[in-house]
Nanobody
Framework: QLQASGGGLVQAGGSLRLSCAAS????????MGWFRQAPGKEREFVAA????????RYADSVKGRFAISRDSARNTVYLQINNLRPEDTADYSC?????????????????WGQGTQVTVSS
């Protein structure tokens, strides 16, 4: 089970930290990803992390502003979002992939949690 939280209404330039609590499976063997879906748009990849060694990958659009991390003791993956922009407004969800290979496509992830809404005002 994956449970995302931490979204909210933020002014442009602000920051948020999203959390994804994982339970029920051996997620330490998996890749964890964050995705977002804006109104009227397709879900898109944001960032991924390999749980075993914290190796990361980011979408070009968020490099330098977003940071994904994991806390093994808490079975939680985080997404730190800095310098928020109105175009970051979306529903953010976390997902798990039963593989050690980081991947971008939505279809390559096996488990999904409910999203958390991030709204950025200008």
């Amino acid at each position: 089970q994956l449970q995302a939280s931490g979204g909210g209404l933020v002014q442009a330039g602000g920051s948020l930290r999203l959390s994804c609590a994982a339970s029920g499976r051996a997620f330490s063997l998996y890749v964890m990803g964050w995705f977002r879906q804006a109104p009227g748009k397709e879900r898109e990849f944001v960032a991924a992390i390999r749980w075993s060694d914290a190796y990361t990958r980011y979408a070009d659009s968020v490099k330098g502003r977003f940071a994904i991390s994991r806390d093994s003791a808490r079975n939680t993956v985080y997404l730190q979002i800095n310098n928020l922009r109105p175009e970051d407004t979306a529903d953010y969800s976390c997902a798990a992939r039963r593989s050690a290979v980081l991947s971008v496509p939505v279809s390559s992830y096996d488990y999904w949690g409910q999203g958390t809404q991030v709204t950025v005002s200008s």
